[in-house]
T-cell receptor, first 113, second 112 residues
């Protein structure tokens, strides 16, 4: 158990809808990262937060947004969902904002129908 | 554009075989190379390599980095069915606070 908690585990929704994925980092970790994993693309970095502030941004669509709250949990919001958004979304955390070992949650599997 | 390429994409071996997984990279401001094992869910950390030529070992797994040729290998000896997983290679950079860049992974299947 990595200590990173993601909810929900599974989510099935229709195109055009909006969903929120939640992540609680390991105790003491200040950085939260969001990754998207689809079959053909591997793990794609979306966004990183460190102590409440956005630190790095990857190939995150404008329809997606995230934030990190004062208690350090993070939420990833996906809106106007399309079939191609179906994927496994991972949250990871690390102690600092630099490149250290990431600890991954078990992911949220999103299916858009 | 930064790139991490793993080969082969998939591999099927018999229990007891030795396998070598490859990872090559092209990134700016290289800092470290990491290997993760992903079974059904979360990737779990295996090794972090920062220096060339120094082998890291954990049981039957070992890994080494060549910073001149820009690649790393992950060796698994005496494979077991429990080694079946996707093995991910990731590269960390020194520039700013950029995250790990992952390869697409090698899917290893070990059959009895």
């Amino acid at each position: 158990d990595s200590g990173v908690t993601q909810t929900p585990k599974h989510l099935i929704t229709a195109t055009g809808q909006r969903v929120t994925l939640r992540c609680s980092p390991r105790s003491g970790d200040l950085s939260v990262y969001w990754y998207q994993q689809s079959l053909d693309q591997g793990l794609q970095f979306l966004i990183q937060y460190y102590n409440g502030e956005e630190r790095a941004k990857g190939n995150i669509l404008e329809r997606f947004s995230a934030q990190q709250f004062p208690d350090l949990h993070s939420e990833l919001n996906l809106s106007s969902l399309e079939l191609g958004d179906s994927a496994l979304y991972f949250c990871a955390s690390s102690t600092t904002s630099g490149v250290e070992t990431l600890h991954f949650g078990n992911g949220t599997r999103l299916t858009v129908t | 554009e930064d790139k991490v390429v793993q080969s082969p994409l998939s591999l099927v071996v018999h229990e007891g075989d030795t396998v070598t997984l490859n990872c090559s990279y092209e990134v700016t401001n290289f800092r470290s190379l990491l290997w993760y094992k992903q079974e059904k869910k979360a990737p779990t950390f295996l090794f972090m390599l920062t220096s060339s030529g120094i082998e890291k070992k954990s049981g039957r797994l070992s890994s080494i980095l060549d910073k001149k040729e820009l690649f790393s290998i992950l060796n698994i000896t005496a494979t077991q069915t429990g080694d079946s997983a996707v093995y991910l290679c990731a590269v960390g950079r020194n520039s700013g606070n950029t995250p790990l860049v992952f390869g697409k992974g090698t899917r290893l299947s070990v059959i009895a």
